[in-house]
């Protein structure tokens, strides 16, 4: 039998390397309990600055769109109905003026027209009428109309929505789609088809415009046009994610993806 002492010291000893378990043991914990807290406090930070340059981003395209919408209107009331009225100016004005000048008078109610045309369509790309009183769908549908009779390509439509996204959202989406055919209708060399697509898939909206022109080697792709800053600004401020196609000779495809939640939803194809 080990005298008191030995047994004893074992039992201290015992105890201190339990003591010592334990305390690694709690340590580990709280390393683990404090690394995670970090993380998230990490992760909750990040998410404030990306809503805080949302939030930035939406009030700065805000406020463009409150000017562009104010110039449109200065453009269509103002300058746009003085054309119209000097159109009619001219129109008496021919009945008066005794006859040979027919020709002329034709060559400037002409001009007044293609002007008043002009003013026209200046004013609604500054500012969308149509999506404000009639909502995204529908100014969709006009501007793919509107492009298609323009040329140089054959656009298609096709659309599966109704209303997902509040005005604002809808409007940053009309700009980005209408930079995008924009640019297909500048440089897809070789395009004689332009597909525009707004459709949901699961918990995603996806706008995706694709041609089926020349297409062009990403690695060569000029970047910081002010284009290209606008569609990345309306990106981010949706929140969204940009993805892109193309390769040479087979065409481009850009699509965007907006996070949304679920709704009705209608089909309507062009």
């Known amino acids: 039998m080990a005298p ?5 010291f074992s039992w201290l000893l015992l105890s201190a390397v339990v003591l010592m378990l334990l305390l690694g043991a709690g340590l580990v914990m709280f390393l683990v309990v404090y690394q995670k807290r970090l993380l998230r406090q990490q992760k909750q930070q990040r998410a404030a600055e ?7 981003l939406a ?10 919408e104010r110039i449109g209107r200065d453009l269509h009331d103002g300058i746009g109905s003085t054309i119209a009225t000097a159109k009619l100016l001219v129109h008496r004005l021919e009945q008066m003026v005794p006859g040979g000048h027919a020709e002329l008078f034709t060559m400037v109610t002409d001009i007044l027209s293609t002007a008043v045309q002009d003013t026209r369509r200046i004013s609604h790309n500054l500012y969308p009428a149509v999506l404000t009183h009639f909502g995204l769908a529908e100014a969709l549908r006009h501007l793919a109309k509107v492009s298609d009779e323009a040329g140089p390509l054959r656009v298609q439509l096709t659309l599966d929505y109704a209303g997902l996204l509040p005005v604002q ?3 940053a989406l009309y700009r980005i789609c209408q930079e995008l055919v924009n640019n297909a209708m500048k440089h897809a060399r070789g395009a004689t088809l332009l597909t525009v697509s707004l459709q949901p898939q699961g918990q995603v909206l996806t706008l995706t415009v694709a041609d089926d022109g020349c297409g062009f080697d990403r690695a ?19 929140g969204a994610q940009l993805l892109s196609q193309s390769a040479p000779q087979q065409g481009t495809r850009i699509s965007i ?12 194809q062009h």
């Open 257 to 268: 993806e907006i996070p949304t939640a679920s709704a009705s939803l209608s089909h309507a």
């Open 50 to 56: 990306m809503a805080y340059q949302r939030q930035l």
């Open 4 to 8: 008191p002492e030995e047994v004893t």
């Open 169 to 171: 959202q809808e409007l």
């Open 59 to 68: 009030a700065t395209i805000e406020a463009q769109e409150y000017e562009r």
């Open 220 to 238: 060569t792709l000029p970047s910081g046009g002010a284009g290209l800053r606008s569609i990345d600004a309306r990106v981010r401020m949706l």
